[in-house]
């Protein structure tokens, strides 16, 4: 696709989006084929939304997350900071197809990490990091049934990126915590709706941040001093309903919340 196309593919995203419009796919001659070409859709988005990129979402980080969407691994999304909100937060499921939550870990980093030939380690990845959050996802997408989708397709529609809160920097000593058996627990009015732990991203959230700086150095593209990267659920997504109010809770290292407007 040339840059023609893929500003005309994110336009016609962001106008179903702004519509409340789901649509079955991209027009024929605007639909990316390839990895490369759905991220270089992606990639247009936020100047499309008038909105700037304040990070990076992880999508289908379990086995059973991508058989699901049949796709052969995790795919990278864009947060949109006119889509964040500090918790406690309150979120609009008008419109929402989805209508589920998802527990993630977030890193935000304190270093540049630029694309280079080489993979970069784990132990590199995390030395750039600043901060840990607890945070919650609620992710939508702009096709009637995002499931037939695709790889490349659902990639151009910000790997069903929506709305994303984060709690405060945890002040535990999460580099020296066990993160893939830490547990995470998510009560909805009060009463425990859900329970998971980090191993459920990717065998650890550490892991799926190294992917996604390593994803993002193939396309090209640095992973930036004060981004934040969401590694992906630690639940099952989790329905939610407007008037209920979900907080995420990641024991010692803090949580977070959302209410949703009835």
């Known amino acids: 696709m040339d840059s023609a196309a893929t500003l005309a593919a994110a336009r016609f995203l962001w106008e179903s989006w702004q519509g409340s419009r789901k649509i079955d796919a991209l027009p024929a001659h605007l639909r990316p084929a390839t990895e490369e ?61 989805m209508l589920v939550m998802e527990a993630e870990f977030a890193f935000r ?11 970069y380690t784990v132990d590199e990845v995390l030395a750039a990091v600043e901060s840990l959050h607890p945070a919650i996802e609620v992710p939508d997408s702009r096709y ?12 151009a529609d910000h790997a069903c990126a929506c709305w994303w809160t984060s709690g405060p920097a945890t002040t535990a000593d999460w580099r020296s915590m066990n993160l893939a058996e830490h547990p995470v627990t998510v009560r909805t009015d009060g009463k425990v709706s859900a329970q998971g732990a980090g191993r459920n991203v990717l065998g650890d959230p550490r892991l799926a941040l190294a992917w996604i700086a390593n994803r993002l150095s193939r ?8 981004e934040v990267v969401t590694t992906g659920t630690c639940i099952v997504p989790m329905t939610v309903r407007p008037g209920e109010t979900v907080v995420a809770d990641f024991g010692p290292i803090g949580s977070a919340e959302v209410s949703f407007d009835a």
Do not use: C, Y
């Open 37 to 97: 070409d759905g991220f270089a859709v992606q990639s247009q988005l936020p100047s499309v939304a008038g909105a700037s990129r304040v990070g990076w979402k992880i999508a289908a980080t379990s086995t059973a997350g991508q058989q699901h969407i049949g796709v052969p691994g995790p795919l990278v999304g864009t947060l949109l900071s006119t889509r964040v909100k500090p918790s406690p937060a309150r979120f609009s499921l008008a419109g929402n197809g």
């Open 219 to 226: 396309f090209g593209v640095p992973l930036s001093a004060g």
């Open 109 to 119: 980093m304190g270093r540049t990490l630029a694309p280079r030939s080489s993979e």
């Open 144 to 155: 009637a049934d995002f499931v037939k989708a695709g790889g490349p397709q659902i990639l």
